[in-house]
């Protein structure tokens, strides 16, 4: 019996868009961005940032070596910002419905400057805060680890309490689905324009 929903946040919950990012960054005169940011992983600073290597602070120092003019803090952490298209509203309200249904939780490979500023206000559309929408939550850099890595399911298993039999993980990523069924988890698979609750009526119910 699925007792367990365990959602990805980009590209599931959270519409996102790459190529703002990447433009918004070679705006502020980082030409190379486009090689140091993915779909679904990230390298360098921008990984390091994730994987909970390096603090906000030194993301930023490093991120300037690549950019020849003078920059503010908030003017980087605008430009990586720009990754993150938004919620759609409907989609809090189909979280807070399948609450009644299961125990929610979220596992994302994100890092903290998002996190603390554009993700939190995205929750706080209907008045309440990210915590009331899950049991709970699982970041990247707070487990030093980053999907597909086995070491953040095990990370998230024994934080959260689960029991992987009794899970399904929902992510737009075949490689983190793949990583996850390895330990047991149940997979649902969000393509591009599909909404989760939909499919999980579909597949799950």
Request: hydrophobic residues 40%.
């Given at each position: 019996m699925i007792k367990n929903l365990l959602f990805d946040l980009g590209g599931v919950i959270m519409n996102i868009k790459r190529e703002q990012c990447v433009a918004a960054f070679q705006r502020l005169g980082m030409s190379d961005v486009d090689s140091f940011l993915g779909e679904y992983s990230q390298k360098g600073p921008f990984l390091r940032l994730e994987a909970g290597e390096i603090t906000p602070s030194e993301f930023r120092d490093e991120v300037r070596q690549y950019i020849s003019q003078e920059v503010s803090d908030a003017d980087i952490d605008e430009a990586f910002c720009e990754f993150l298209v938004g919620i759609p509203r409907h989609r809090l309200e189909e979280l807070r419905a399948?609450?009644?249904?299961?125990?929610?939780?979220?596992?994302?490979n994100t890092n903290p400057i998002m996190w603390e500023s554009r993700i939190a206000q995205e929750f706080r559309q209907e008045g309440l805060e990210m915590n009331d929408y899950f049991d709970g939550i699982v970041t990247s850099f707070e487990a030093k680890s980053i999907k597909p890595d086995s070491r953040i399911f095990e990370y998230a298993i024994e934080k959260c309490q689960l029991n992987p039999g009794e899970t399904v993980f929902?992510?737009?990523?075949?490689?983190?689905l793949e990583a996850s069924s390895k330990l047991g988890f149940n997979t649902l698979h969000i393509a591009p324009g599909e909404d989760f609750a939909v499919k999980i009526a579909n597949e799950i119910n």
């Open positions: 399948l609450r009644n249904h299961y125990r929610i939780y979220m596992l994302s929902i992510d737009d990523s075949l490689a983190n």
